[in-house]
């Protein structure tokens, strides 16, 4: 069986102009997002900020060659990368069964409205974004579109209701922060968040946190080549989620809860797996009754806590049950799937951006998988983000190509 349809569960919406002017409250519209233009630049408004759309936001459709950081306006960018029919149509053309998309204006997980100081007007923002998603994507395309939604990140208790709200219109995911403390927001090691948790729980959607959804990528100084900055930090930044999460005791508290490590890669996976376990080996006793600071300054002793490890936890069943990797181009995880699980990897193509493979993405992975087990490569391209998701994808038999 050849692989002729995939599931991108990462893509990207550069959000049209009409959307916050059609949707917010009349009253609000002088305040809300919208689209200016002046000095032959094009950016958005919002409160006292203006913020341009970078290039590699919006390459589909462009040589390697033409990619530039360069702000970019929507006359130089493809239709597909903001209007739901022509995004239909591209996918197509590279034969996207289903897409699921994270903001742009907004940010990965929504920052821009938690930056916000008007928090009224922010939260009409948040539900005009996801009423976007759900009518002009999912409802207007069946099966076409995975609807991932936004929350108030300021107050959990309105994101559980968001959660709660949109769930009961068919979403399926919520986007999250990889790390909320560098947004200036509790850990997902206090009590803070259990409400939106709990919702989230509840109403079975999947927590995808995006690299970079922290406003905060690693790396090693300022000075860090841009390259070299662009190869490391993905890993880095989601190899810590990874742990902050396995460690939390949140999958014990919500035995429901799953997440997904959108756009993170999964090579790294394996080391992480198994690191994690000989920490656990060695140190579990100490561990079970006390916690320390490891930067403490040794001559001054250490910072103690209380004992956050349970000595019953299974990492590797921890990570099976409720973590998901997926991935662009990773043969290096591949590679070594049977230590990740067949079960907990997904396929992105990242469209629009600089690091997307569409629309060569089937020919590529029928090359990256075909030595697996058709089994294995249904799961990967399809199965699993069904499953996951709780999702029905369209019939590729209903789909009339161009």
Not at 51 to 64: C, F, H, Q, R
């Amino acid at each position: 069986m050849s692989i002729n349809w995939f599931i991108s569960v990462d893509d990207h919406l550069i959000e049209p102009e009409r959307l916050w002017q059609e949707r917010v409250p009349e009253k609000m519209r002088s305040i809300a997002p919208r689209i200016e233009r002046a000095d032959g630049q094009e950016f958005w408004v919002y409160e006292d900020r203006q913020i341009v759309t970078t290039g590699l936001n919006a390459v589909a459709g462009k040589s390697k060659e033409e990619f530039s950081p360069e702000p970019i306006s929507y006359d130089d960018m493809r239709l597909g990368c903001y209007e739901p029919d022509a995004r239909v149509t591209d996918m197509d053309q590279g034969f996207v069964l289903s897409s699921m998309l994270f903001p742009s204006f907004p940010r990965y997980c929504g920052q821009i409205f938690h930056e916000a100081k008007d928090k009224v007007v922010a939260l009409e923002c948040v539900r005009a974004w996801n009423d976007f998603i759900l009518e002009e994507f999912a409802d207007a395309h069946p099966g076409r579109f995975i609807p991932m939604m936004i929350i108030p990140l300021w107050d959990p208790k309105l994101a559980a209701a968001e959660i709660e709200r949109t769930a009961a219109l068919g979403a399926k995911s919520i986007a999250f922060s990889e790390n909320p403390t560098k947004l200036g927001l509790p850990s997902i090691h206090t009590d803070f968040w259990d409400p939106m948790f709990r919702a989230a729980n509840d109403a079975g959607q999947v927590i995808s946190m995006h690299v970079g959804s922290s406003s905060n990528l690693i790396r090693t100084s300022e000075d860090m080549p841009t390259l070299a900055f662009m190869a490391y930090s993905a890993a880095a930044n989601q190899a810590g989620t990874l742990l902050d999460w396995l460690f939390s005791g949140n999958f014990e508290q919500f035995p429901n809860l799953k997440i997904a490590l959108s756009e993170g890669s999964i090579g790294w996976i394996p080391y992480f797996l198994e690191r994690a376990e000989q920490v656990i080996d060695k140190q579990r006793f100490w561990a079970s009754r006390f916690d320390i600071n490891m930067n403490a300054a040794h001559d001054r002793g250490e910072s103690f806590g209380e004992a956050s490890f349970d000595l019953d936890t299974d990492i590797r069943q921890l990570f099976k049950d409720h973590v998901f990797g997926t991935f662009i181009e990773d043969a290096a995880g591949l590679r070594l799937l049977d230590i990740i699980g067949e079960d907990n990897v997904m396929l992105e193509c990242d469209y629009p951006h600089s690091d997307s493979t569409w629309p060569d993405t089937i020919n590529l992975a029928r090359k990256w998988l075909g030595h697996l087990p058709e089994e294995t490569q249904h799961k990967i391209t399809i199965g699993n983000a069904c499953r996951v998701y709780d999702f029905e994808p369209a019939d590729p038999a209903s789909i009339k190509l161009p």
